[in-house]
């Protein structure tokens, strides 16, 4: 009798885990659906691919994208730039805006900067 429930609640468990894996699967394929309805080709091209160099990166954008697309109701196509966009803001990167001057390259904000520095230094000498 022991070992009879022994046996049901081993059957019982793995009957729960192949449950929980198949409710896994059809959640998969339906992410993909909707992520391959409203995503441009590159764009779907960029995401497997960041997904497979940054699982954790590219998990982070799906949910995202998904969310916006569930919950928020949007229904535009989402292109490359979008993606690299969330996924900026995901990494918390700002904006990577390079100047190449005489051979020297800086960073776009420091070269306004720059200007604006020597723009006041030009009307205070006057």
């Given at each position: 009798m022991i070992r009879r429930k022994k046996m049901a609640k081993f059957v019982a468990r793995e009957k729960k885990i192949?449950?929980?894996?198949?409710?896994?699967?059809?959640?998969d394929v339906?992410?993909?659906?909707?992520?391959?309805?409203?995503l441009a080709p590159?764009?779907?091209t960029y995401l497997s691919a960041l997904t497979k160099n940054e699982p954790h990166i590219g998990k982070?954008?799906?949910d995202i994208l998904l969310n916006l697309i569930v919950y928020r109701g949007l229904r535009q196509t989402i292109t490359q730039l979008d993606i690299r966009y969330v996924e900026r803001q995901v990494k918390g990167e700002g904006p990577k805006i390079r100047v190449q001057r005489d051979g020297e390259t800086s960073d776009f904000g420091s070269y306004v900067k720059d200007a604006i520095k020597e723009?006041?230094?030009?009307?205070t000498k006057d």
């Open positions: 192949q449950e929980q894996k198949e409710q896994k699967e059809k959640s339906g992410r993909a659906n909707l992520l391959q309805k409203y590159e764009a779907q982070r954008v799906e723009s006041s230094n030009d009307t």
